[in-house]
């Protein structure tokens, strides 16, 4: 075979070039040679030891043990980064206890109550003054006493960014940080659903039905039975309970210097 | 060797190998391509591979994917840079392979057990295969420390005496490149030669 378009060699590259055609070549195991003769005349290979294909099936076993646990793992990153703040107890100036799940702690125990506050846990405010709930950055929570809630999940950084809550009974303000945007909280009352994607309000559930305060943003109102409802702000909307309807009021008076002290106050502490 | 070259060989009779009846799977013809092709095929993937286990798998792929493709095979042309693509593709996905790369870190060219069958047969001077196989060894062990497109393309080379366009066309490159890798390829193998001080 000819070497083409050739350049003549350095007298360094000649050396080793000499150096390489001074080698023997390299003769094969005559028993070697002869046996695959054999088999080639014949078409008959025998087994082979295959050094290529066994380890390749190694080989992609090991990708995808690799990949796996590539994706474990950023699936265990993403969840932990994509957890949201723990629910933080603050101080409280009143007096009494807060069940929570059945479990009875005094309001000034802020350290366990905090420990305790798991979202989904069942809160029943037996104090003479208001508790005031955190997720640092996401939301913000006001119990009244006598207020019995199912506490909500924070919504997630990236994912689960839907939570919900429950309020039985009392009167619970919420007002969402400026982390919140996107996510949204649904809080169900006998009555109806109050569906929340970042505003101040109020949900005030009383025996006679549940009304929903709304200080800035907007809010909807879905009675169990009936039509979603869209609440301005300063509205009030009001659903009786026994009925499918919702009624818009003006807001309640009590409720707008307390939810502008919420608003203010735990925004700047969660923010 | 060129087409001509091969045609004016058939011609003169210096090889009587029957493509036709390669084609047709015919076992003397078969035999005949055997004996012609398989000191050169052997030599190859030993260079490259550089163990006699690895040549010998290698070798026995290489003879298998010829008969396979028999067939196929052009009666009007020389096999001889068919079956070398065949051999460098069958090196080439040894070297891909997690297992090759495993038995280099394991074997050594140094050791006996891996390395040329013939070492210390056949030679009437005992001193001489000696000398042959130590140097043979060295040669071996330069050339096995190569990284592997320098190692292919100086194996292509110097001893299947490919120029350096069929050597790109083998190897999935440009003719310069090809031509800068082989200057490479021997500037460190001076290194490595010099080291081994043959």
Known sequence: ?271 | MTNQVYERAQEQGSSVLDLAGVRRRDPQALATLFEQHFDRVYGLVFRLLGDRHSAQDATQEVFLKVHRAAHTLDPSRDPEPWITTIAYNVCRDLWRSGAYRLTRQAVSIDDPEHGDASLTSRADDPEQALVAAERRGIVQKAIGALHEPLRAVVVLREYQGLSYEQIAEMTGTTPVAARKRYSRALAELGKLLEKAAI
């Open chain 1, 1 to 271: 075979m000819s070497h083409g378009t050739e350049t003549r060699p350095s007298p360094q590259e000649t050396r080793v070039l000499e150096q390489l055609r001074a080698a023997p070549p390299h003769a094969a195991d005559p028993a070697f040679r002869a046996r695959l003769r054999r088999d080639f005349v014949s078409g008959e290979f025998a087994e082979r030891p295959l050094v290529v294909a066994l380890p390749r099936r190694r080989r992609h076993r090991a990708r995808w043990v690799v990949g796996f646990a590539a994706a474990a793992t950023v699936a265990i990153v993403a969840a932990a980064l994509n957890q949201a703040p723990r629910w933080t107890a603050l101080p409280s100036a009143g007096t009494g206890t807060v069940v929570v799940n059945g479990v009875s702690l005094s309001v000034a125990n802020t350290s366990e109550l905090t420990r305790r506050l798991r979202p989904g846990a069942r809160l029943l405010l037996q104090s003479s003054q208001d508790l005031d709930l955190v997720s640092s950055g996401l939301l913000a929570m006001q119990l009244s006493p006598g207020t019995e809630m199912v506490l909500p999940s924070p919504p997630g950084r990236w994912f689960g960014r839907a939570s919900r809550a429950s309020v039985d009974r009392g009167l619970l303000r919420v007002t969402t940080g400026r982390r919140f945007g996107g996510a949204r909280l649904a809080i169900r009352t006998p009555e109806a659903t109050v569906h929340v994607t970042g505003t101040t309000l109020a949900v005030i559930a009383e025996p006679t039905g549940t009304s929903v305060c709304v200080l800035e943003g907007i809010t909807h109102v879905r009675p169990h039975r009936g039509s979603m409802t869209r609440v301005h702000p300063g509205s009030t909307c009001e659903v009786v309970r026994g009925t499918a309807t919702s009624r818009m009021r003006e807001m309640r008076e009590a409720e707008r210097p307390k939810l502008l002290d919420l608003r203010d106050r735990l925004q700047a502490v969660m923010n």
